[in-house]
């Protein structure tokens, strides 16, 4: 099992791409470094790795003075606040939607379900077909309300593991170095 690292580095060529989005170019970016702090937050396994870890940021020499690791752990703590609030508001979001449709869902289920034992009754139908009308009906309730449970059971902890993504990053010990 390899050992977790103790220091991520992030190396950028301009301060401002830190907290931008960056895609790997295999020509010119090295293996070693994460090309900004949105790529970092966006690796799955990082918050259980990040005790004991400390964030290198390397710019260029020429842009580095000795003002440029305070604003950078200004930005990165407002940054990281900035992302834990919206992450809060895309999950208080989630809930909302997740109750409306889980009402909405139970209504059909219910509706669903009293139809489904309507058709049980009707004995003038073959009893194949209505045993299928029954089934059916049944199948259809809790396929209208699988995504609403879901959401509500389970939808929550991707947008609770980037919080905790961020709440980790946000705390990371600092060094600025130019290169």
Known sequence: MA????????????????????????FTDDVETI????RMAQLP????????????????????????????????????????????????????????TFLVGWVFFGISLA???????????PGGIRELATESLIVAGWVVIWQPLDTLVQGWWPQWNEERTFRAIGMLPLRVEGY
């Open 3 to 26: 050992t977790p690292p103790t220091e991520v580095t992030v190396k950028v060529n301009d301060i401002k791409e830190l907290f931008a989005e960056h895609q790997f170019d295999p």
């Open 35 to 38: 090309a900004s702090i949105t």
């Open 45 to 100: 396994h990082l918050v259980s790795k990040l005790k004991g870890v400390k964030l290198r940021v390397l710019v260029p020499a020429s842009s580095l003075t000795p003002a440029t690791e305070p604003e950078v752990r200004r930005a990165l703590e407002r940054y990281c606040t900035h992302m834990v609030l919206e992450t809060r508001q895309k999950l208080a979001a989630m809930r909302w939607v997740g109750l409306r």
């Open 115 to 125: 139809a489904a034992a309507a058709v049980t009754k009707l004995l003038w139908v």
